[in-house]
């Protein structure tokens, strides 16, 4: 693979973008134009603007169009070496490696200066703490001074001596929570001196010696100082708070910083702080904020001269700072999390330690400054975490789960690529092989079709000429021989068929018809193909289809005759006694009716024997659940959804072959083949057909008792249609139900089920039926008189089993003498049953009815009996050889085949009908003989024949009536040339032994009108032939 494939790739899908914002844009901009009518070229509304605007829009489609279809010629067809897709990677790899390093980066700069602002944020909160709470007590000291002031000073005697002032601040200590301690210096001259100490009983005492050797708190004894030293004034102090009371009478102008401090307070008039210093006893570091007493009040703008001659005193707080911040930092919950350095940085260059520890850290530091109101004097609070900073995992994590998604996506994309690559490759390999599927799929078309060709056309042959054999003069044996050969042929043909039908399947192209046929006419001819058969083996054989299915439908009739016949010979095959029972309801009436459910006892069954219960055929049926009710039934009104159970009485199914019954080519055992014959593939070929029916397919089975196949097909209702109500008129004169109108027949059979289906099959034919269990109920009847029975229908079952009462019911019948006496017939199942017991032999002659009772043998033997009708009229096919020469008489057919048996086998049969026939063995024959004008009325063609086949012989002859039709509609030839015919087309009618679907339709598509298959019968190309004939065939029938 390679990066142009990669870059293709996303052109493809940008592309289909680009081209889908186009198209969405392009429609409703057109959409406007035209809805606006801006696109009117006669008005000119569009303007110059919005033609350029279209021009452009043009070229930009063009130009995209331009580029797709160069990227499909150059990136599509063309693959870069391997090495250059490596080296992508590669790059996308350190690319991105580069990128998850800057990201790491960054966020740990961010995770640093997030740190950073936290640091700043708490370092600003505790020094804005401690300055506000500084300045509190600053003001109270301030205020102290004015209180002085005011009852000392002011006042003689003063109201204020040592006693008050130590309970006053001691009290008021609360108001000032960060002093240790608060004492009052008044201010004594020299010559005053000796009076104050006098006055006080103490001398002055000089603090610079405490301060050059101090000593431990225990050991200090203020006695032990020394007289402060002459100088022009002293500040001894006079008052204190209870806490510094050691610092009575000692001098503050002799010490270096107090003295200092002093002289500043007292000339700004502002409160002034000491450096830091150790405080007498505790040794902690402190510092006095001090504020000059003065004896009266002064402007603003007071000089300094002016100042120290208005003072009277001094009053000092002593702050201890290591106690102070402390108190601060308990009371945050976050004391523990930085360090708090706080520094008195007047000398930028030595500032002085104030709280906390000297210990140097290369981390981050903050410096918050703090103003105490001093101008003189400069502190900062100098903040860092206690802890180093964490390792910053998120920018870890981050940036590593970056690279791995990266290396993912590579991986991701390398495998996309090499999928497609893999896909392409696949796709031309799937490509080649389906070329080749596809020919092997038209060689096994064309095979099949080769091989059904070569092997029907000498079986039409065969058949043919068997068919024509038994029409003449033979004895029994040479019949029978025929018949055998008969059989033989069309089980052959039937094995083809089978498999032709398999290969349908399996290549998908089984496809159904849509035409109108008669359910019931399907069912009773399905009856005689399988009456020999249940005769000889004594198996009752009966077909019940409920009133509530239309006569008419519309499908396809060769494959549900289909399906019925591979379920009705199976059970045949595999039944020796007892009955084979074809019942057809609507699924509507097997979910809601209780009526039409089969029991599994035997005294409600057909013959007797117990069954297989049906309802278990069908219990996984779509239709019959909850979602299937509601969903499943027909959506159209005139879709008619059929349920079909074939019920039997045989050997049944064995458990463990009950999995594999719809398999193909599968037996039941591998004796069945042997035993039974077969090729295995019926049922499964009848489940695919019932699934092209919109329906399902089930069975129930069990052994020694017998099984039940159900299924299931949508038909569309055609007893609404126009054509079934013309037909049903042009027919009503010719129906058996006209000749037996007002009759009555009496059905006398114990078995209800039975007895169902005799008086199904007799109410066809328009005959009312009443049913009784007995002969003595039928004495009782025929005794009273009051309904006029006109035949009586005896099962044999009854007829043998008590000939006594038959008897007496034969000559009851005989005294009848004012009316004609009931016709007595004798339903029987085997064709070795007698037609009289030995009781009635000589009394009565009973007419035999041989079961399946089906609509066209029970009107021929009731006309005959009854002396009704013409016993001549033919019935669903049957017709009397008497008559048949007249079907066709006057029909000139062309017949055209190259194989010279084919045509004899045509010939025949179509002659038998009376027709003349003319027949050629070319296409080119058939075009001469068929140029208008002509004399023929049909055209049988064969498909595959040399020189010219039956598809270009067939397109010519159309060609020509074609050029004929058209020179009289335009008046240049009269019809009368032609014959008095305006228009010419004559029917052709395929005939081939290729029965591949694709035939057929291009059979159709090159004009033909029918199709018939060979093998062919007689009776088919009769039928074939007559649809074209109506007139004439309607006439005959």
Known sequence: MSLLHVFGFGLKVGHLLWMLCCWIISVISMNWFLNGGIMDTKTCLLGDGAKICLKWWEKISGTSCKIHHHYYQYICSKRVRRTWWKRLLIAWALGWTVVSLWIFLYMSSQATEKRKETLASMCDERARMLQDQFNVSMNHIQAMSILISTFHHGKNPSAIDQRTFARYTERTAFERPLTSGVAYAVRVLHSEREQFEKQQGWPIRRMDTLEQNPVHKDDYAPEALEPSPVQEEYAPVIFAQDTISHVVSLDMLSGKEDRENVLLARASGKGVLTAPFQLLKTKRLGVILTFAVYKRDLPSNATPKERIQATDGYLGGVFDIESLVEKLLHQLASKQTILVNVYDTSNHSQPISMYGSNISDAGLEHISTLNFGDPFRKHEMRCRFKHKPPWPWLAITTSIGILVIALLIEHIFNATVNRIAKVEEDYHEMMELKKLAEAADVAKSQFLATVSHEIRTPMNGVLGMLDMLIDTDLDVTQQDYVRIAQGSGKALVSLINEVLDQAKIESGKLELEEVQFNLRAILDDVLSLFSGKSQEKGVELAVYISDQVPEM???????????????????????????????????????????????????????????????????????????????????????????????????????????????????????????????????SISKCLVGLMQGEIGFVSIPKIGSTFTFTAVFTNACNSNEYRSQQII?????????????????????????????????????????????????????????????????????????????????????????????????????????????????????????????????????????????????????????????????????????????????????????????????????????????????????????????????????????????????????????????????????????????????????MDGYVSKPFEAEQLYHEASRFFQSVSNGNL
């Open 553 to 683: 439908l519309i499908g396809d009739p060769g494959r549900f005759r289909q399906i019925i016949t591979n379920l009705m010979g199976n059970s045949i095959k595999f039944t020796e006694k007892g009955h084979v029972f074809v019942t057809i309801h609507l699924v509507e009436e097997v979910i809601d009716s209780v009526e039409v459910e089969t029991e599994t006892s035997s005294k409600n069954t057909l013959s007797g024997f117990p069954v297989a219960d049906r309802r278990r055929s069908w219990r996984g049926f779509r239709v019959f659940s909850q979602e299937g009710s509601n969903g499943c039934f027909p959506s159209s009104s005139s879709e008619i959804n059929l349920i079909v159970s074939v019920e039997d009485t045989g050997v049944g199914i064995p458990l463990d072959a009950q999995s594999r019954v719809f398999t193909p080519f599968m037996q039941v055992g591998p004796s069945i083949s042997r035993t039974h014959g077969g090729t295995g593939i019926g049922l």
């Open 731 to 1007: 027919n009503q004169a010719n129906t058996a139900s006209y000749e037996f109108q007002g009759m009555t027949a009496l059905i006398i059979d114990p078995r209800l089920v039975r007895a169902k289906v005799s008086r199904y099959h007799i109410q066809r034919l328009g005959i009312q039926v009443e049913v009784v269990s007995d002969l003595n109920q039928c004495l009782s009847i025929i005794s009273n008189g009051n309904t006029v029975i006109n035949m009586i229908l005896v099962e044999q079952e009854v007829w043998d089993k008590d000939s006594g009462t038959v008897a007496l019911v034969i000559n009851n019948l005989k005294r009848i003498h004012h009316k004609v006496p009931p016709k007595l017939f004798l339903l029987a199942k085997s064709v070795s049953s007698p037609r009289t017991s030995p009781a009635t032999s000589g009394v009565c002659n009973a007419t035999v009815i041989m079961k399946p009772l089906r609509a066209s043998m029970l009107a021929a033997s009731l006309q005959r009996a009854m002396g009704v009708g013409n016993k001549g009229n033919p019935r669903n096919g049957e017709l009397p050889s008497l008559s048949l020469r007249s079907l066709l008489l006057g029909r000139n057919i062309l017949i055209v085949d190259d194989n010279k048996v084919n045509l004899k086998v045509a010939a025949g049969a179509l002659k038998k009908y009376g027709a003349d026939v003319i027949c050629v063995e070319s296409g080119k024959d058939a075009i001469s003989q068929l140029e208008p004008p002509h004399n023929f009325d049909a055209c049988f063609m064969d498909i595959q024949m040399p020189e010219m086949d039956g598809f270009d012989a067939t397109r010519r002859i159309r060609d020509m009536e074609h050029n004929v039709n058209s020179r009289i509609q335009r008046g240049e030839v009269s019809a009368e040339a032609y014959g008095n015919i305006s228009t010419w087309h004559v029917p052709i009618l395929a005939m081939t032994a290729d029965v591949i679907q694709a035939t057929h339709e291009e059979s159709l598509r090159c004009g």
